[in-house]
T-cell receptor
Framework: DADVTQTPRNRITKTGKRIMLECSQT?????MYWYRQDPGLGLRLIYY???????NKGEISDGYSVSRQAQAKFSLSLESAIPNQTALYFC?????????????FGSGTQLSVL | DQQVKQNSPSLSVQEGRISILNCDYT??????FLWYKKYPAEGPTFLIS?????DKNEDGRFTVFLNKSAKHLSLHIVPSQPGDSAVYFC?????????????FGSGTQLTVLP
């Protein structure tokens, strides 16, 4: 089983719909992240959480919200999806100890907003 | 303004030859650099890293070189193998602040031809 699991793998939705992307991990890491990948732009940080009670905005948080339900679960919500949120979304985790910059990624969720 | 740039979107190399992937950065406060590799339909995986106090780090066929004065790092793969065909992202950590988030480049698609 994958250490970082994202669901769904693919999602097509319509403009204005609310959508949630889910992430769970079995690595026991405290830190969790949501990134999006767009062609030519690399990976950009949306939100991150260093523990269950800690939520921080990243570089591109507008239009998104997150919930850290447990140490192992971190979900990303689009309250009212718009077409420019079409992207590949990655959840990642890292250890708070040495090597915390080493991220472990899920397989991604391809989201299309029509 | 992208602080981490990978100016070559793609690179093709013959099997057995050297692959050199380049990355430039603008932020002088970056103190730690990483390379990630990404196969299609998978999340990025950590490959190799280097601290700003070093100018070279080697791990098997992979070597990362850092030139701080030029704000340039490169990843050398010798010898290149077809299984190395993937997208390679460089990333950099800002030494300031408690979060010290990673900034990613836009990626380089490496194709190793048999």
């Amino acid at each position: 089983d994958a250490d970082v699991t994202q669901t769904p793998r693919n999602r097509i939705t319509k403009t204005g719909k609310r959508i949630m992307l889910e992430c769970s991990q079995t690595k026991g890491h405290d830190r969790m992240y949501w990134y999006r990948q767009d062609p030519g732009l690399g990976l950009r940080l949306i939100y991150y959480s260093f523990d269950v009670k800690d939520i921080n905005k990243g570089e591109i948080s507008d239009g998104y919200s997150v919930s850290r339900q447990a140490q192992a679960k971190f979900s990303l919500s689009l309250e009212s999806a718009i077409p420019n949120q079409t992207a590949l979304y990655f959840c990642a985790t890292s250890d708070a100890g040495t090597g915390k910059e080493k991220l472990f990624f899920g397989s991604g969720t391809q989201l299309s907003v029509l | 303004d992208q602080q981490v740039k990978q100016n070559s979107p793609s690179l093709s190399v013959q099997e057995g030859r050297i692959s050199i992937l380049n990355c430039d950065y603008t932020n002088s406060m970056f103190d730690y650099f990483l390379w990630y590799k990404k196969y299609p339909a998978e999340g990025p995986t950590f490959l190799i890293s280097i601290s700003s106090i070093k100018d070279k780090n080697e791990d098997g066929r992979f070597t990362v070189f850092l030139n701080k004065s030029a704000k340039h790092l490169s990843l050398h793969i010798v010898p290149s193998q077809p299984g190395d065909s993937a997208v390679y992202f460089c990333a950099a950590r800002d030494s300031r602040g408690s979060a010290r988030q990673l900034t990613f480049g836009s990626g380089t698609q490496l194709t190793v031809l048999p």
